[in-house]
């Protein structure tokens, strides 16, 4: 039952800018931490380019779980868990967090933020508290089934891209993503590993 | 003379003899269930927790199902033995007799309970219940316990099925046996148990009326999708098992 990564974003009328991220690859082989951090933030973004404001969803890739929080005002929030984390805590997380964030950083510096220039430094803490659910959040139990929220289910990845588009050519033009964790995902994909580091 | 076994009478069961035994079940039981609950869809960590309980079973029931009646009393051959391995362990060796298995049983089903409400949607949790389950009614009734290792579910319920064709009826009779032997019985390890039994015509904090309900309730409130599809595999379960 884990948490990987907590990010926040702004999902802009051109573009989705990564205002602040924090991240547990610890379980990770040491040699793809810094690759499968790159994947995660990646896939945060992806997730929510393809997601509609005011809108929230759950993108299940293997074993992992991604749960996306657009708000109206494009402020959002990825959560990257296990497939036994519950996900009720992790949308509770992020609307904590998106929260909070909104209170401390001023809406101005949303469009054009980057993790070097927003001031926000709660996420690693969120991210730490929040590996048992049941510390980080008493009321798990009693709440888990009474959320009347919509929430989106997706079976993959894939289901989140147009007609056409192959998550191949993203990952070649993505600016996120350097170049050795182009190629690892290049070689996965050939072994038919693909997203094992994802 | 003979090491850790206190050698008593030649049923003696190869564990039995062991002073600190239940001690260190217990403490696998204590220590193991913080990292169950946090890899609710691992089948080996529960896994481990039935074998635990099982050995902590096998140590208080023989074979033929009759109680363990005292077991200070079947080493009194090797009394003298058990003094000096129990040098310094004094205190063990008297909580040897008093497992409180039942209650253990029944802890392990609450603590369950909490998993499936707390994470809905895990098979490992709804397997684990069938197997604490069948372990808490067979000691309840006194059914011998089949020892079957590592069986799927699936073919101890066949074993099962067929060598009990009446298990509501031989649980009826059973219980009121089960009062008569134990008013004779000294033993602190069942009187927890006794009184349940005596207090209600059926068990009232646990069995399958409880079972029942644990499983409407859960089929009323959930809204997970598997949740509901292994809330109603269980009472199948349940129900071809009780033969009801």
């Known amino acids: 039952m884990r948490l990987y990564s907590l990010s926040v974003l702004y999902k802009g009328e051109a573009r989705v800018q990564l205002l602040k991220a924090a991240s547990d690859v610890s379980t990770f082989n040491f040699f793809q931490r810094s690759s499968v951090q790159e994947f995660m933030t990646f896939t945060s973004q992806l997730i929510v380019e393809r997601s509609e404001l005011g809108s929230r969803a759950s993108v299940k890739e293997q074993d992992y779980l991604c749960h996306v929080y657009v708000r109206s005002d494009g402020l959002a929030g990825v959560v990257i868990a296990d497939n036994e984390y519950p996900s009720r805590v992790c949308f509770t997380l992020l609307d904590k967090v998106l929260e909070e964030f909104s209170r401390q950083v001023s809406r101005a510096d949303w469009p054009s933020g980057s993790p070097a220039t927003i001031s926000y430094a709660a996420l690693d803490g969120y991210l730490s508290k929040y590996q048992n659910p049941r510390d980080a959040d008493p009321m798990t139990r009693v709440q888990a089934e009474l959320d009347e929220t919509k929430i989106i289910l997706h079976n993959t990845m894939e289901s989140l891209l147009e007609r056409g588009e192959k998550l191949d050519d993203l990952v070649s033009k993505s600016e996120v993503l350097g170049v050795q964790s182009k190629a690892f995902y290049k070689t996965a994909r050939k072994q038919n590993s693909c997203c094992e580091i994802m | ?244």
Request: charged share 25%.
């Open chain 2, 1 to 244: 003379s003979t090491p850790l076994l206190c050698a008593g009478s030649p049923t003696t069961r190869s564990g039995m003899g062991h002073p600190q035994l239940p001690w260190i079940l217990l403490d696998e039981l204590s220590s193991t269930k913080y990292w169950v609950s946090m890899h609710v869809s691992d089948h080996s960590g529960f896994h481990y927790r039935q074998f635990l309980l099982k050995s902590l079973i096998g140590r208080t029931v023989n074979d033929d199902n009759t109680l363990v009646q005292n077991q200070m009393g079947n080493e009194q051959n090797s009394s003298l033995q058990t003094e000096e391995e129990c040098e310094g362990a004094e205190a063990v060796c008297v909580e040897e007799q008093s497992v409180d298995i039942p209650r253990y049983l029944e802890e392990e089903l609450d603590f369950c309970t909490d998993l499936i409400d707390t994470y809905p949607g895990h098979e490992t949790l709804w397997c684990h219940r069938r197997r604490v389950f069948y372990l808490q009614h067979h000691l309840t009734n006194r059914l011998p316990l089949l020892s079957v290792v590592g069986s799927s579910v699936d073919s101890s319920d066949e074993t099962l099925h067929n060598s009990h064709p009446n298990p509501a009826t031989g649980h009826m009779a059973q219980a009121m046996d089960v009062d008569g032997l134990n008013e004779s019985s000294s033993k602190q390890g069942y009187t927890q148990e006794t009184k349940r039994l005596k207090r209600a015509p059926m068990q009232d904090s646990f069995g399958p009326e409880m079972e029942y309900r644990f499983i409407d309730k859960v089929l009323s409130t959930c809204r997970d999708v598997d949740q509901a599809r292994f809330a109603t595999a269980y009472r199948k379960w349940l129900v071809t098992f009780l033969g009801q």
